[in-house]
């Protein structure tokens, strides 16, 4: 009998979460071929028959952003030649979003150039994780479908105050910058306590500094929520910020870690409690001393709902 499951996929990137999903949605992995020549250009096509079948390929656009979202480009170029069927990306962290808008004149809005690149190559649908801004889907003229992890870090942070018996009057979910405003609200909401924020400004691209706290960290244990996290020195910034206005115990959150060891180290050797970030970039580097938590379930569900349901 022929096998109509759609087939998942997985390119240089993500490959252990796309062995996880294919698990818990008990759809076949799919084989593909990739080289890449002396000259850096990569070629990436299908080995197993692809026609009139499904796909779903899952792949980050992390580092290094480029070849991966080439990768993403060539693949699916060679699905559609091949004659797949619907084709679904999901790409658990969205290389570029968080270049969605002008800042300064002349500005690119790269965005909106890799939304239009991921489509002209034929992809049907894509699946995002807790993508950065609301802008980057809107760039999009095929279906998109965020999966925000409000519930996940619910579920995470209801585990640490029953094992610390920490009451909801004692905590506060904190955002360290405005982009995270929305976060933090609804997480704040969700567990029914005090949100704060903290208000920055951006002197240089790749720099910030803190100019305001809204809220009374003082005597409180601390969530602070962020989408991603590169260098760090946000969040660093922020616990100091917090600890120096009295706050008892820091737990940190977010979902990509968009790390390099020696930032991982910093932010594992600081005062903070314990750190929480999800799997949707694979980590070249040993990360115990943190809980990396999966999100698989989550993107299954979203698949059962869209391709399924």
Same mark, same amino acid.
């Given at each position: ?7 998942? +996929? ?5 490959? !252990? ?32 028959? &692809?026609?009139?079948?499904? /796909? ?8 290094? $952003? ?32 968080? $270049?969605?808008? $002008? ?11 890799? !939304? ?23 760039? *999009? ?14 579920? %995470? *942070?209801?585990? #640490? ?25 609804? %997480?704040?909401?969700? %567990?029914? &306590? ?6 920055? /400004? ?18 409180? #244990? #601390? *969530? ?22 009295? !706050? ?36 070249? +580097?040993?990360?115990?001393? !943190? ?19």
């Amino acid at each position: 009998m022929k096998d109509n499951r759609p087939l998942i +996929f997985h390119l240089s990137a993500s490959k !252990a979460l796309a062995k996880e999903v294919s698990k818990l949605l008990n759809y076949p992995l799919g084989e593909a071929e990739s080289y890449t020549f002396y000259d850096g250009e990569e070629m990436v096509k299908p080995i197993s028959e &692809v026609k009139d079948r499904d /796909i779903i390929l899952i792949q980050s656009t992390s580092y290094p $952003q480029s070849k991966h979202l080439m990768e993403i480009l060539i693949f699916v170029d060679s699905l559609k030649k091949n004659k797949s069927g619907k084709i679904t990306l999901v790409t658990p962290y969205f290389g570029y979003a968080r $270049q969605d808008r $002008q800042i300064h004149a002349k500005d690119p809005i790269t965005a909106s150039l890799a !939304a239009r690149l991921i489509e002209s190559c034929g992809v049907d649908e894509i699946i995002f994780i807790d993508i950065h801004t609301k802008n980057t889907p809107s760039f *999009f003229h095929i279906k998109t479908h965020n999966i925000e992890m409000t519930n996940t870090y619910k579920q %995470l *942070f209801l585990r #640490v105050m029953e094992e610390n018996n920490y009451k909801k009057d004692e905590v506060m979910v904190f955002s360290p910058d405005h982009g995270s405003e929305s976060r933090g609200i609804a %997480l704040a909401s969700s %567990l029914g &306590v005090t949100f704060g924020e903290i208000y920055k /400004i951006r002197p240089k691209v790749d720099e910030t500094r803190i100019k305001d706290i809204e809220g009374n960290p003082n005597g409180k #244990v #601390v *969530f602070l929520i962020d989408d991603i996290v590169d260098t760090g020195s946000t969040i660093l910034e922020a616990v100091d910020a917090l600890k120096g206005m009295g !706050a008892k115990a820091i737990y940190v959150g977010f979902t990509h870690a968009v790390l390099k060891e020696n930032n991982y180290r910093e932010l594992v050797h600081h005062d903070i409690d314990k750190i929480f970030f999800s799997n949707s970039i694979e980590l070249s +580097f040993p990360h115990e001393e !943190a809980v990396c938590f999966s999100i698989a379930s989550e993107i299954a569900k979203a698949i059962r709902g869209e391709i399924d349901g």
